[in-house]
């Protein structure tokens, strides 16, 4: 499974293009939801060895408003080079489809969501040519979901929001309404967000706090990271039941020859997880004259 918050915050705009319509509200500025959808290609290499691909790439149309083309950006950091590569994506984009384009940048940290937001004026200071205005979701305008019931209402949104929120102190609210949110969806719904909910939050410590949800109760969908969590618990598993049968071999040994166990040593033995010291204890236990021997190097 892919573990980049860089791909799930463009991604989640490919599986949910009428997410969009929201966000946007979000931000204060309002299109209406499509009635269409187009994935479009997102490699804008021109003929010359100039590669530049946006994340993510849609034609959106509606009943009401003319079509439009969204380009989906997630950036981790500022990056004095991407106004520049985000102004000729635009212009790339009208001049080779005729179809006014929006630039959404998603982030998942302040700081780089007010930079990426300023408006850049390009052109001489007397009169600018172009000013790239991108709209900017991230940490500081979007909405802290941490009921289920809200999160309920759009599930898309919950999670754009949870990911945005990834390092908000209240993380953990905001994951468990999610979670509870997502067990009462259907799993074809509940899956691919579970899954784009994890690839956000990439190697946060909140990634590991979604897996413990996750962990709770995964009867109620099937996916990579639902597999992936059940192969580590079958692991655990079988480490312990190698562990326990070690341990019984032990005390079998020690009960064969005639060897007085306290419950101490008894209680050491069957406590133990750490197969290898068991293994040894296993191999003592055939020579030791006493129970405790066979800890007599520690």
Same mark, same amino acid.
């Given at each position: 499974?892919?573990?980049?918050?860089?791909?799930?915050?463009?991604?989640?705009?490919?599986?949910?293009?009428?997410?969009?319509?929201?966000?946007?509200?979000?931000?204060?500025?309002?299109?209406?939801?499509?009635?269409?959808?187009?994935?479009?290609?997102?490699?804008?290499?021109?003929?010359?060895? !100039? @590669?530049?691909?946006?994340?993510? %790439?849609?034609?959106?149309?509606?009943?009401?408003?003319?079509?439009? /083309?969204? $380009? =989906?950006?997630?950036?981790?950091?500022?990056?004095?080079?991407?106004?520049?590569?985000?102004?000729?994506?635009?212009?790339?984009?009208?001049?080779?489809?005729?179809?006014?384009?929006?630039?959404?940048?998603?982030?998942?940290?302040?700081?780089?969501?007010?930079?990426?937001?300023?408006?850049?004026?390009?052109?001489?200071?007397?009169?600018?040519?172009?000013?790239?205005?991108?709209?900017?979701?991230?940490?500081?305008?979007?909405?802290?979901?941490?009921?289920?019931?809200?999160?309920?209402?759009?599930?898309?949104?919950?999670?754009?929001?949870?990911?945005?929120?990834?390092?908000?102190?209240?993380?953990?609210?905001?994951?468990?309404?999610?979670?509870?949110?997502?067990?009462?969806?259907?799993?074809?719904?509940?899956?691919?967000? !579970? @899954?784009?909910?994890?690839?956000? %939050?990439?190697?946060?410590?909140?990634?590991?706090?979604?897996?413990? /949800?996750? $962990? =709770?109760?995964?009867?109620?969908?099937?996916?990579?990271?639902?597999?992936?969590?059940?192969?580590?618990?079958?692991?655990?598993?079988?480490?312990?039941?190698?562990?326990?049968?070690?341990?019984?071999?032990?005390?079998?040994?020690?009960?064969?020859?005639?060897?007085?166990?306290?419950?101490?040593?008894?209680?050491?033995?069957?406590?133990?997880?750490?197969?290898?010291?068991?293994?040894?204890?296993?191999?003592?236990?055939?020579?030791?004259?006493?129970?405790?021997?066979?800890?007599?190097?520690?």
């Amino acid at each position: 499974m892919v573990s980049s918050p860089h791909e799930a915050m463009h991604r989640i705009f490919q599986e949910y293009p009428g997410l969009f319509s929201r966000v946007s509200e979000v931000l204060g500025v309002a299109f209406s939801p499509p009635t269409l959808v187009t994935v479009m290609p997102t490699d804008l290499t021109e003929s010359r060895p !100039v @590669e530049r691909r946006v994340d993510t %790439l849609l034609r959106l149309e509606s009943d009401h408003e003319e079509p439009l /083309l969204l $380009a =989906v950006e997630s950036q981790g950091k500022k990056d004095s080079a991407k106004p520049a590569s985000w102004t000729y994506y635009l212009s790339y984009l009208y001049a080779k489809y005729k179809v006014p384009p929006v630039l959404l940048v998603v982030c998942q940290d302040r700081a780089t969501a007010e930079w990426a937001a300023r408006p850049v004026h390009i052109g001489p200071k007397q009169w600018a040519s172009l000013t790239l205005r991108p709209l900017v979701a991230g940490p500081h305008n979007m909405p802290v979901i941490k009921n289920a019931v809200d999160a309920r209402k759009d599930l898309a949104l919950a999670t754009l929001s949870a990911i945005t929120h990834a390092d908000d102190p209240d993380i953990d609210a905001i994951l468990k309404s999610l979670s509870a949110a997502l067990r009462e969806a259907p799993e074809s719904l509940a899956g691919p967000l !579970v @899954e784009l909910t994890a690839q956000g %939050l990439g190697k946060r410590p909140a990634a590991q706090q979604w897996r413990n /949800l996750v $962990a =709770v109760d995964l009867s109620f969908y099937t996916s990579p990271l639902s597999e992936e969590i059940r192969d580590e618990g079958r692991t655990e598993g079988r480490v312990e039941g190698r562990a326990e049968s070690r341990a019984e071999d032990i005390l079998f040994v020690l009960e064969q020859r005639g060897i007085d166990i306290s419950e101490d040593v008894r209680g050491r033995i069957t406590e133990c997880g750490d197969t290898e010291t068991l293994l040894g204890w296993l191999a003592r236990a055939l020579t030791t004259p006493s129970a405790e021997g066979l800890f007599s190097d520690e």
